[in-house]
């Protein structure tokens, strides 16, 4: 049963000091509420079972991050639990696009040096503008895009708040596209 907003601040406020119980009765409170976001997203019960543990260990560890005036306390674990499960997605997607590209350097008899060729090049043309992004930014959409962290991993890496990651994602994926259409 989904305790009051005023009911699950003082939880968290108490699992912020280390209180086992009031984790507990948190857990207790609002798991079927987290479930159901993250099964929403994933659709499959045993990742989502993995996911909700993952997202209770960390609103364990940054229970103390919970600030009321920002958001009501299901708003902020629902975030937690919604940025987690779209992890989840993108780490699976990151795998699938990683056994396609294994499959596309077996052995084929359709292709050719040609084709390899020309796929050096729009590589090494990615390459070059990756390398002319100013700063870290092609080091962070490497990370984001190849590795798969998630703009909260990006955020805590880089030191900056995750809306200066998003911003510097989506200004450096255009200068890409300028970079590669020129």
Not at 127 to 143: P, T
Request: proline fraction near 3%; hydrophobic fraction near 40%; include cysteine.
């Amino acid at each position: 049963m989904l305790a009051s907003s005023s009911d699950i601040s003082r939880l968290l406020d108490r699992v912020a000091g280390g209180d086992r119980q009031a984790f507990a009765d948190l857990y207790e409170a609002t798991a079927p509420k987290l479930y159901g976001i993250i099964l929403r997203i994933l659709r499959r019960r045993d990742e989502t079972d993995e996911v909700v543990q993952d997202v209770y260990v960390k609103i364990w560890q940054r229970a103390g991050d919970f600030d009321p005036a920002r958001a009501s306390p299901i708003t902020w674990m629902a975030t937690i639990a919604r940025n987690r499960a779209l992890d989840e997605v993108r780490r699976a997607r990151v795998a699938t696009v990683s056994d396609d590209i294994a499959l596309e350097r077996a052995a084929d008899p359709a292709r050719s040096a040609l084709g390899d060729l020309e796929a050096g090049e729009d590589r090494r043309r990615l390459e070059i503008c990756l390398d002319a992004l100013e700063g870290e930014r092609g080091s962070l959409v490497r990370l984001a895009y190849l590795d798969g962290l998630s703009r909260q991993d990006l955020a805590d890496r880089f030191g900056q708040p995750v809306g200066t990651i998003k911003t510097w994602l989506h200004r450096s994926l255009k200068q890409l596209r300028d970079c590669l259409t020129a």
